[in-house]
């Protein structure tokens, strides 16, 4: 069974630092694309960044490039979305979901349960 | 950078009705290979977000037929068909032709009257 399971909720302070993680599990983790998907409270899907676990090719929508900083670790099958300041605006739940690297596409077939993060002072 | 555009930004229903969400693309979104790289989603409250639809008009897997997709180059609309108190949600358009840049539609709201 595919499954992408995310670590759990986070309360931080602004300036503080996080990285949450995406961990893939039942394919092959380093044939498929992770995405990061934000979702403010109330508001839409925005896309974050890329990155193919296979060669850590990492792409970034340019609203968040320099603001967050995407890896991944292919030997734990688990991907990573990282800051180094926090502000109350990164306040939303951040999804996961996974994208076929081949030249098929079948979309964001598979999607985390989401990480909410919280940040106040 | 592609710009999505969904219409109506909410779209109250009946049971048993059908209803139709618009979905327009600043770019074409048709590969040579004879594709439209364009892809629905719903997020259930309280849920993850969900396929639907990828490749303009496929089905993903267990999706209902009540569920179809349509459209090409720029213009698309998701139809849902005899409309069920479990399809309200949020609904998105997704673009894919740019991969691996992506791009969400702003979201349609669906609600039973």
């Known amino acids: 069974e595919v499954q992408l399971v995310q670590s759990g909720a986070e309360v931080k302070k602004p300036g503080e630092s996080l990285k949450i993680s995406c961990k893939g599990s039942g394919y092959s983790f380093t044939k498929y694309w992770i995405t990061w998907v934000r979702q403010m409270p109330g508001k839409g899907l925005e896309w974050m960044g890329i990155i193919f676990p296979g060669d850590s090719d990492t792409r970034y929508s340019p609203s968040f490039q320099g603001q967050v900083a995407i890896s991944a670790d292919k030997s734990i099958s688990t991907a990573y979305l990282q800051w180094s300041s926090l502000t109350a605006s990164d306040t939303a739940i951040y999804y996961c979901?996974?994208?076929?690297?081949?030249?098929?596409?079948?979309?964001?077939?598979?999607w985390g349960q989401g990480t909410p993060l919280t940040v106040s002072s | 950078d592609i710009v999505m555009t969904q219409s109506p930004l909410f779209l109250p229903v009946t049971p048993g009705e059908s209803a139709s969400i618009s979905c327009r693309s600043s770019?074409?979104?048709?590969?040579?290979?004879?594709?439209?790289?364009l892809d629905w989603y719903v997020q259930r409250p309280g849920q993850s977000p969900q396929l639907l639809i990828y490749l303009g008009s496929t089905r993903a897997s267990g999706v209902p037929d009540r569920f179809s997709g349509s459209g090409s180059g720029t213009d698309f609309t998701l139809k849902i068909s005899r409309v069920e108190s479990e399809d309200v949600g949020l609904y998105y358009c997704?673009?894919?032709?740019?991969?691996?840049?992506?791009?969400f539609g702003g979201g349609t709201k669906v609600e039973i009257k």
């Open positions: 979901a996974r994208l076929y690297g081949g030249s098929s596409w079948s979309g964001l077939d598979y």
């Open positions: 770019q074409s979104l048709l590969h040579s290979n004879g594709y439209n790289y």
């Open positions: 997704m673009q894919g032709r740019h991969t691996p840049a992506l791009t």
